[in-house]
């Protein structure tokens, strides 16, 4: 990792004391401004008043599991890249981990390299966006505040929501396949499901499209997605 002129700040939540000293070590020789903590309601103090900019959150936590704080993180819309850690390898853990809000699942025991690869996806989730107002429709999305709204009414999303609806905004009426997103979301360095773009199209769906509003993200068969202009106005309660 190449560190600007201040330290990215990491906040590392396991209740493992080997685990959580050497991932301080660790990330703090790669640059990173590293604080721990031990316990889930720890986690969510040191979040609140430090305002960490990237967290590694173990999923088995004494008080609080990690998907319980996730939970309240985005419920109070707190949107700080989270990672999730966890020996829990089924696909419905990972399906519950995400959505909860975590924007990545790493299955211990993990390679130090392959951590900080997604630690550098997520960062540049969280930095590469220009100033500027994106609309497609009655969907506007603010790419400098990281606003969203549909109708004038305001949508929460998380960063990975985020970056991936302003993908697809980014070239309304063009087919994007999976293999793009995956570039462009996640990253080079991103090595989970390649199904990951289908989960979070579902995500957005559910946020963007509630049961009755019209279709705006369709999906290609075989090829990805796209975000087609041109659909009613949605309806504003």
Not at 76 to 84: A, E, N, Q, R
Not at 90 to 95: F, N
Not at 114 to 142: F, H, K, M, P, Y
Not at 215 to 232: C, D, N, S, W
Request: aromatic residues 4%.
């Amino acid at each position: 990792m190449a560190p600007g002129s201040q330290a990215t700040r990491l906040l590392v939540a396991d209740d493992d004391p080997k685990l959580r000293q050497l991932l301080e070590l660790e990330l703090g020789e790669e640059g990173y401004a590293v604080q721990s903590a031990a316990s889930g309601m720890d986690a969510l103090l040191a979040i609140r008043h430090e305002k960490p900019e990237l967290v590694i959150l173990d999923w088995m936590l004494p008080d609080l599991s990690g998907v319980e704080v996730c939970q309240r993180l985005r419920s109070t819309g707190l949107g700080v890249p989270v990672l999730m850690l966890t020996g829990r390898d089924a696909v419905a853990d990972r399906v519950e981990a995400l959505d909860a809000g975590a924007d990545d699942y790493l299955v211990k025991p993990f390679s130090i390299e392959e951590l900080l690869a997604r630690l550098r996806a997520l960062a540049r989730r969280g930095t590469n966006s220009e100033s500027g107002l994106l609309q497609i429709d009655d969907l506007v999305l603010n790419t400098a505040s990281h606003e969203v709204s549909r109708g004038g009414a305001a949508i929460h999303l998380s960063l990975t929501e985020f970056s991936l609806l302003r993908e697809l905004m980014r070239e309304p009426g063009r087919v994007q396949s999976r293999e793009q997103l995956l570039h462009s979301v996640w990253g080079e360095g991103f090595v989970g499901d390649s199904n990951v773009s289908d989960v979070y199209v579902r995500y957005l769906r559910r946020k963007l499209e509630p049961e009755g509003q019209p279709t705006l993200i369709q999906t290609v068969r075989g090829v990805g997605f796209l975000l087609k202009p041109g659909a009613p106005k949605a309806v504003v309660p």
